[in-house]
């Protein structure tokens, strides 16, 4: 390969580089060129390649989209809230919950959902006469899984539930009350979604002008801190 | 031993995620309930065998040409069929290295592999990174 | 005015502390409710543009809340234009005032059911085409739920059934 041919291609990598620099207001530019500057030689290559992959419009949106965080990751320099590089995941949950209520909630539905879930296991277990051993044989997984089922340290797949029930000839909601209300909060997220494309029996409803508009326009209610 | 006796698995790896892998997560589980299922499930790394092709209820499978793995999590949430869970394990510091967070059915391409280099660069360098350690020496 | 008449006020996150004894029942679906509004999925729900109200009886107790979004979904291919439609993502009332007051004037069920059509209209008359189409999921075995919202000109979409909780979708063509 000859140097112009080279020289040619280091250019035509840097281009999508540069169109991006072009497009940063100044301060973030300021920010941006100081944080490239402290970066070693292999980051630096690897954020060019980056924004190469990220401004590739033959390539997938999903790709484009890790290849853009994957900037971010590598220009952030400032360690994190717990002074290192990166997260400990399970340091991260505590540490979030303790920041949003709404987590904290989550976190403390989880806990009860998996604790609920070991005492049922272990005193069908019981009742049923089933060891650890026999019960992994039977759901085609490892002992010391369901050790650290009963142990709340392993909150089952879906996919094991259902295993678990066959097992033991069980309803899984006896093993897991809440499965159902957390497939319909799943529905309700899943019903929310934008882009989505609609299935042929939505689209079809959606076009069926024969149902006449509706006559109610509905009521205002006064609003208490008014 | 009793054989209904629950021991204690005892921890084999310290489990850490990339910010890159931490902000996939908000963008392929726009949801906060489904971000904190999936951690618990990402979670049981901490008990993987290395080698090993499954950890507890877990499937893992190394990704083909990278000295990386996957953890498939069947489970949607909301948001699609499962998700897999990229990661190294970094031998010597005994910490696995959650690298990148994919939907189920996105294929590993060789930009994504490209991707996860870059992403594993970038913790190799700064992993001994700290205030107290601001050079990284080990 | 009654003192059955309820007041609707933009749901906050700082509200959630206000709601730890609010509990919609013990059935799937109430307590998906009580879940969605004290937990994270109303606040997710918001980001995606959402507005949430709580809805608050003369003694100031809180009897439900209620939710409003914009969805844009794609029409199938080879068509795959955006649609944009309006939905209700959940509504939930305490189980304390479930049914109450009797007589249907002052229903709270139907005073919710009022102010999310018309909170429907504001948000169809802010967007540059009317919206046609306000959706809601319902389970398929909350039998009451379904019948108050054909009372309300709801009509099941044959056909569809949503995610594993198998879910049941119905429109409502609002009025010009």
């Known amino acids: 390969m000859s140097t112009s041919e080279t020289s040619n291609e280091a250019i035509s990598h840097a281009i999508p580089f540069l169109r991006f620099l072009i497009s940063m207001p100044p301060r973030a530019l300021e920010e941006f060129c100081h944080a490239l500057m402290e970066c070693s030689g292999q980051i630096r290559a690897d954020v060019l390649q980056m924004f190469e992959i990220a ?62 879930f070991a005492d049922r296991l272990r005193h069908l277990m019981k009742t049923k006469h089933i060891t650890q051993k026999e019960l992994a044989a039977r ?85 208490r801190k008014k | 031993m009793e054989e209904n006796q629950e021991t204690e698995l005892p921890v084999r790896w310290s489990v850490r995620i990339s910010l890159s892998a931490f902000r996939d997560a908000h963008a392929v589980i726009p949801r906060l309930a489904g971000r904190a299922r999936l951690r618990r499930q990402a979670w049981k790394l901490q008990w993987w065998n290395s080698g090993d092709a499954e950890v507890l209820d877990v499937q893992c499978r190394p990704i083909p040409g990278v000295p990386m793995w996957e953890v498939l999590v069947e489970e949607g949430y909301g948001f699609g069929h499962g998700f897999r869970v990229v990661f190294v394990p970094l031998e010597p510091d005994g910490t696995i290295w959650v690298l990148c967070i994919m939907k189920m059915g996105e294929p590993v391409t060789e930009a994504m592999k490209m991707i996860f280099q870059a992403r594993l660069n970038a913790i190799v360098e700064r992993k001994d990174v700290s205030m107290e350690n601001p050079f990284g020496v080990t | 005015m009654s003192k059955h008449q309820l007041s609707a006020d933009l749901f906050t996150e700082a509200d959630q502390q206000q ?63 955006y649609a944009k439609l309006a939905i209700i993502p959940m509504l939930g009332i305490d189980e304390r005032f479930q049914g109450q007051p009797p007589g249907k004037e002052w229903r709270y069920s139907r005073q919710i059911m009022n102010h999310l059509i018309y909170e429907a209209h504001v948000f169809s008359a802010m967007q540059k085409k009317p919206v046609e189409w306000l959706l809601l999921l319902v389970h398929p075995e909350n039998k009451p739920a379904i019948k108050l919202y054909e009372e309300f000109d709801f009509v099941m979409i044959p056909d569809v059934r949503r995610g594993a909780a198998n879910s049941c979708v119905m429109k409502h063509r609002l009025a010009e």
């Open chain 1, 139 to 223: 759901i085609d997984c490892t002992q010391p899984a369901i050790s650290q089922m009963l142990n709340r340290k392993c909150r089952p797949q879906r996919k094991t539930l259902n295993k678990i029930a066959t097992a033991l000839a069980v309803d899984v909601r006896e093993l897991w009350p809440d499965l159902e209300v957390s497939e319909y909060l799943d529905s309700v997220a899943e019903f929310q979604q934008d882009d989505r494309i609609m299935t042929e029996p939505e689209a079809v409803a959606l076009r069926d002008t024969s149902q006449p508009r509706s006559k109610l326009k509905g009521q205002p209610l006064p609003s």
């Open chain 1, 55 to 116: 401004e590739d419009e033959s390539l997938s949106v999903d790709e484009r989209g890790h290849a853009l965080r994957t900037i971010v990751d590598q220009l952030h320099l400032i360690p994190d809230d717990e002074g290192r590089f990166g997260m400990d995941l399970a340091r991260s949950e505590e540490l979030a919950a303790s920041n949003f209520p709404a987590l904290a909630y989550q976190v403390g539905r989880m806990n009860l959902q998996e604790s609920e």
């Open chain 3, 19 to 81: 709601l730890a004894s609010f509990s919609c029942g013990d059935t799937v679906v109430g307590r998906a409710c009580t879940e969605w509004i004290r937990g994270s999925d109303v606040l997710d729900s918001m980001q995606r543009g959402s507005g949430v109200w709580l809805y608050r009886n003369s003694d100031d107790e809180i009897v439900g809340f209620g939710s409003l979004g914009p969805i844009r979904w794609r029409w199938p291919l080879p068509d795959g234009d």
